[in-house]
């Protein structure tokens, strides 16, 4: 049969393939004068239509299933990972550091254990949670009173016993899908129970031979986990009708995220007056590795190998590691001013919260201990905060609407928020003017326009009553005003830095710069502003502002604010710098027009 150029191989939807099967057959001599549409060729085309359409379809599936980058099912994400030796982040469980009194009935008593797996109940919304703890303490007093710091986690532990066979091999695995990794224990029995062996994670083959009780963990089919023991030369294989038995946390991942209020579900050491004070909330607690999640680390964690050498490997490795990581930024000594060699200063942004608590610093420290070069000595540094504060008149058509001024603030406000969670709240993010006052305008067809202003906003908290001078970076280049602005100047005038409100020297007061770099502390007298002392300077290129002398008694809020103009509209953070948006920080005013 000749060749045939008819047959389209671009178009794979149904009716091109029954258009390209008759542009076929018509040109073969026996079925040139056949009428398709009403014979019953007709329905053998649509057969064959049907069967090449499935055939393509289920293809293409197939083929976009065997690359990392176009897979869709999970399972087959999974499987491309674990090539890569890559294990996808488990359920982490929710923690939270408490202090718990014990006040025994027994003046005698001078010990008390707290078991492993003591719970403490909490709820969040209409949810009962149950969080334990994670290993036994004993508590000592000289009196009747037992008081104890504890790190609590939410979940229940299980386990799983599995007999070894090496003549019909089985597979050791973790039976429920929300386990905490970080969790599971590893316990080998052998010789009749005579020998109890404690097995720890590996994750590398490095130091190993075939003594280490070592073991690993790889993913399982339907979202389980399995684990792995040596071969004998990488890890030590347990001996033959041995037992193994798993003991590990299952946890309701992000949900008990936030609770505060704990109460002891049991009594502890046959005490039972027992009062729990939380000394931070839950945090921490998350559910498996999305898929897109672990497209995007599986390659990354292949490059780092488990090590933390350059500045992108301990990103990596903390993201991967530390589901409560919102974004982690990390830059050598040697970019830092004044340049300090031989140290990474890592800065990690957490998720919920600003700023990051001394707990997690220690932990993170001591994760990296393990994983860096000697010579590099990692350094945990705050991010830099910088809120953009919006000031948005919005004119709305009230003949194409009937919803009213709140609705539409609402709308407008909402929209704003959505674009700052999807462009902001990250290191190196860049806060593109013209796109959020198009997001404003697309937020409602009734909107006609919107006059928007946009400025920098720092908080800061200073202290009450004391001479103090502090720092405060913007961290991008500042509008330099050319005109210079004396002692005593009209209230509206144009300035680049300004403040909210304070008292100093009993007076109602904030901070202004005079257009020359210089900052000072203004009144208002009538309608206009009046230099009261110098208190400072701010330099207009990096947008760094330095205080001194500062003395007051009160501020308005729960923060000082201070005000920044910058020269571009279009602003981006650096280093470890993130840039964001409150809802507090939006004034949003409506018109309504007629058109």
Do not use: W
Not at 530 to 539: F, P, Q, Y
């Amino acid at each position: 049969m000749p060749a045939n150029s008819s047959i389209s191989l671009t178009s794979l939807d149904f009716d091109s393939y029954k258009s390209s099967l008759k542009a076929f057959l018509k040109q073969q001599n026996l079925f040139k004068d056949y009428d398709y549409e009403s014979s019953n060729m007709n329905v053998f085309l649509d057969v064959l239509a049907y069967n090449t359409y499935q055939n393509s379809f289920y293809l293409n599936m197939v083929g976009n299933e065997m690359f990392l980058d176009s897979a869709k099912i999970r399972s087959s994400v999974v499987s491309h990972a674990k090539e890569l030796n890559y294990t996808p982040r488990s359920f982490r469980s929710a923690s939270a550091n408490v202090q718990v009194t014990i006040t025994s009935s027994d003046a005698t008593k001078r010990n008390i254990t707290i078991p492993k797996g003591t719970g403490f109940s909490t709820r969040v919304g209409s949810n009962t949670f149950i969080f334990t703890t994670n290993e036994s303490s004993v508590v000592t007093s000289s009196n009747s009173t037992f008081v104890s710091s504890l790190t609590i986690f939410e979940g229940d532990f299980v386990t799983d016993a599995y007999a070894v066979d090496y003549e019909t091999p089985s597979s050791y695995i973790i039976s429920n899908e929300n386990v905490d990794l970080s969790s599971l224990k590893v316990t080998v029995i052998e010789d009749n129970g005579s020998t109890l062996l404690s097995y720890s994670r590996a994750t590398s083959l490095f130091d190993l031979d075939d003594q280490s009780n070592v073991f690993f963990v790889q993913a399982y089919r339907d979202d389980l986990y399995e684990v792995i023991f040596g071969d004998g030369l990488f890890g030590r294989q347990p001996k033959n009708n041995s037992s193994i038995i798993l003991e590990y946390r299952v946890s309701s991942g992000e949900m008990p995220n936030g609770a505060r209020i704990f109460r002891p579900a049991e009594n502890i050491d046959n005490e039972s007056n027992i009062s729990v004070r939380a000394l931070s909330s839950a945090g921490g607690g998350a559910v498996y590795e999305s898929i897109e999640s672990i497209k995007y680390n599986a390659p990354r964690a292949f490059t780092t190998q488990e090590r933390a050498v350059t500045a992108g490997d301990y990103e990596n490795i903390l993201k991967e590691n530390y589901p409560e990581i919102n974004v982690v930024t990390a830059f050598g000594g040697q970019d830092a001013n004044p340049p300090q060699y031989g140290r990474i200063f890592v800065s990690v942004d957490l998720n919920d919260i600003d700023g990051m608590p001394a707990s997690k610093i220690d932990e993170y420290t001591r994760f990296l201990r393990t994983r860096s070069t000697v010579s590099m000595e990692p350094i945990f540094i705050n991010p830099e905060y910088v809120y953009i504060e919006a000031i948005s008149k919005i004119k709305y058509n009230i003949n194409t609407s009937t919803l009213n001024p709140e609705d539409i603030r609402t709308i407008a406000m909402s929209s704003m928020l959505t674009y700052a969670s999807t462009n902001l709240n990250k290191f190196a993010a860049t806060f593109r003017y013209s796109k959020f006052i198009e997001t404003i305008d697309n937020s409602d067809t009734s909107i006609i326009s919107n006059d928007t202003d946009i400025r920098l906003v720092k908080y800061a908290t200073p202290v009450l009553n004391a001479i103090q001078k502090f720092v405060v970076s913007f961290n991008t280049e500042l509008a330099d005003i050319s005109s210079f602005s004396p002692a005593e100047h009209p209230s509206l005038d144009y300035h680049t830095i300004s403040s909210s409100n304070f008292i100093y020297d009993g007076r109602v007061c904030n901070i202004e710069d005079n257009g020359d770099g210089v900052l000072g502390i203004v009144t208002t007298i009538g309608q206009n502003h009046k230099l009261i002392v110098n208190c400072g300077t701010v330099d207009y290129l990096t947008g760094k502002i330095n205080i001194n002398n500062l003395k007051i008694s009160s501020f308005s809020g729960a923060y000082l604010k201070f005000y920044a103009v910058t020269k571009s509209k279009d602003i981006s953070s650096t280093k470890n710098t993130i840039l964001n948006i409150r809802e507090s920080d939006l004034k949003v005013t409506i018109e309504q027009v007629r058109e």
